[in-house]
T-cell receptor, first 115, second 111 residues
Framework: NAGVMQNPRHLVRRRGQEARLRCSPMKGHSHVYWYRQLPEEGLKFMVYLQKENIIDESGMPKERFSAEFPKEGPSILRIQQVVRGDSAAYFC?????????????FGQGTRLTVV | KQEVTQIPAALSVPEGENLVLNCSFTDSAIYNLQWFRQDPGKGLTSLLL?????REQTSGRLNASLDKSSGRSTLYIAASQPGDSATYLCAVRGSQGNLIFGKGTKLSVKP
């Protein structure tokens, strides 16, 4: 059972371009969470998704950011018109179907650099 | 709004020492608390998960305790080794489902 897979591991984008970050949860997990980690800061929650549904996007910036978790395929975090301040490590976590009491497993992250 | 605080922010100890990392949270209505380890430039590795109904969990040289009523958890590391050097993160899961993280304690174990 492979762990949570994120790709790419490193992504460089010029200001104004789009960034697409992918996350494949562990097998059997239908809950996905995205977090952002800025240098020397803790992980900040962005969005919580189940298959085809956004459950909580309270941590997501209102503009330029979107996330999806389709019925088939990985979850995608999309950042449009990237700016230097978007440079960070983006982590994805997954949990099994039972919410609440279950353990979360994290991927290795995607390190986005905006130049 | 749930807030998680970890003290100290950084800790340096000689090899072989036992040490305690602290985590506190403001809202005691949690489902569970999870301790993670993060190495520089890497992802998070889950160390221990404590359910809200539990008082402690143990794995090898690690022991985590939870006092939900006072909003505190500790991670005890016995006989520390240089390989334990990393940032240790505490996170609580509330009713919303997502994890709320502290900023971590950066541990350095000197040979």
């Amino acid at each position: 059972n492979a762990g949570v897979m994120q790709n790419p591991r490193h992504l460089v984008r010029r200001r104004g371009q789009e960034a697409r970050l992918r996350c494949s949860p562990m097998k059997g997990h239908s809950h996905v969470y995205w977090y952002r980690q800025l240098p020397e800061e803790g992980l900040k929650f962005m969005v919580y998704l189940q298959k085809e549904n956004i459950i909580d996007e309270s941590g997501m910036p209102k503009e330029r950011f979107s996330a999806e978790f389709p019925k088939e395929g990985p979850s995608i975090l999309r950042i449009q018109q990237v700016v230097r301040g978007d440079s960070a490590a983006y982590f994805c976590a997954s949990s099994p179907s039972e919410q609440g009491a279950t353990e979360a497993f994290f991927g290795q992250g995607t390190r986005l650099t905006v130049v | 709004k749930q807030e998680v605080t970890q003290i100290p922010a950084a800790l340096s100890v000689p090899e072989g020492e036992n040490l305690v990392l602290n985590c506190s949270f403001t809202d005691s209505a949690i489902y569970n608390l999870q301790w993670f380890r993060q190495d520089p430039g890497k992802g998070l590795t889950s160390l221990l998960l404590i359910q809200s109904s539990q008082r402690e969990q143990t794995s090898g040289r690690l022991n985590a305790s939870l006092d939900k009523s006072s909003g505190r958890s500790t991670l005890y590391i016995a006989a520390s080794q240089p390989g334990d050097s990393a940032t240790y993160l505490c996170a609580v899961r509330g009713s919303q489902g997502n994890l709320i993280f502290g900023k971590g304690t950066k541990l350095s174990v000197k040979p």
